[in-house]
Nanobody
Framework: VQLVESGGGLVQAGGSLRLSCAAS????????LGWFRQAPGKEREFVAA????????YYADSVKGRFTGSRDGAKHTVYLQMNSLQPEDTAVYYC???????????????????WGQGTLVTVSS
């Protein structure tokens, strides 16, 4: 199984980025694909998740109203549209897959079965 992120980069505060996570190696029905992030010196935290079959999404309170998750079944890809980015959003963003609800998971997130390699998002003030 591979989860390959892309779309990170440098953006000014108030700007937008869209992250992509291309999934391969298995079918993900019954799974949620999501995003975690880890800022320098901080613990990894949950950001958002989308159930592959239903498209139902979940978000951390810190990103609600600014970030939107979506999926493209034909491309086996999930996306995270990030708007109104702030310097505190600076982190490495990791794609993840789990058959459990990731929103309530606690670090080190043993329920996450697959991780991507991460993509860096830097928001300048």
């Amino acid at each position: 199984v591979q989860l390959v992120e892309s779309g990170g980069g440098l953006v000014q505060a108030g700007g937008s980025l869209r992250l992509s996570c291309a999934a391969s190696g298995r079918t993900f029905s019954g799974y949620a694909l999501g995003w975690f992030r880890q800022a320098p010196g901080k613990e990894r935290e949950f950001v958002a998740a989308i159930w592959w079959s239903s498209g139902i999404t979940y978000y951390a309170d810190s990103v609600k109203g600014r970030f939107t998750g979506s999926r493209d079944g034909a491309k086996h890809t999930v996306y995270l549209q990030m708007n109104s980015l702030q310097p505190e959003d600076t982190a490495v963003y990791y794609c993840a897959a789990s058959s459990q609800n990731m929103v309530s998971m606690i670090n080190p997130f043993p329920g996450v079965e697959y991780w991507g390699q991460g993509t860096l998002v830097t928001v300048s003030s």
